[in-house]
């Protein structure tokens, strides 16, 4: 095994532990993909839900889009009401790579761009998500990654050497950010890949 380089170890949620994608539910609600594909892209958008990630209620958010496009309004409050089953589920092999983690011992943490109402409704039914040694998410702090403020907290709060710290995430910027912040950080695109970085930093993780 290489010299341990590391010491803890940082997840991003949505798209590396959790299999979420607004399309699981509104596949349902709105069958014609060219239909569905126009009000996700330009009514309930990235940029939209961005401002859940950021702190703004549900509430708030469904009330005003409501009011802007009063003709979708039942599609726009199915967005927070129906939000869970906006999730297929865990991404069990890179749950796998967290237990394995926790079971030698490395202190893991979550690092997530996350609604916080939303985040206890995922941490509920995902209890996985509720055995991090730490948690900063961004809608309780009110600041987003790929902003620099929300890696000094998760580096201040929990007393980390970011040298010394990796984190992945399934977003380019956001791993720039990170690195920005002195992380040592890898984009996420397989639980493999993942084995393959940690144990490349002398982690106890099989490869």
Known sequence: MSERTVDTVVFDIGGVLLDWNPDYLYAELIPDEAQRRHFLTTVTTSAWNLEQDRGRPWSEAVAELSALHPEHAEWIEAYDTGWLKMVQGLF???VAVLTE??????????LTNFSDEKWEVAKDAFPVLTTFDGEVVSGREQTVKPGEKIYRILIERFDLDPARTFYTDD????????????LDAELYTSAPT???????RGLPISS
Not at 171 to 182: E, F, K, L, P, Y
Not at 194 to 200: F, S
């Open 92 to 94: 069990d092999d890179t």
């Open 101 to 110: 983690l926790q079971q030698a011992g490395i202190p893991t943490y979550a």
């Open 171 to 182: 977003v380019q910027h956001n791993i720039d950010g990170a690195r920005t912040a002195g």
């Open 194 to 200: 993942l084995r393959a970085h940690l144990h490349k």
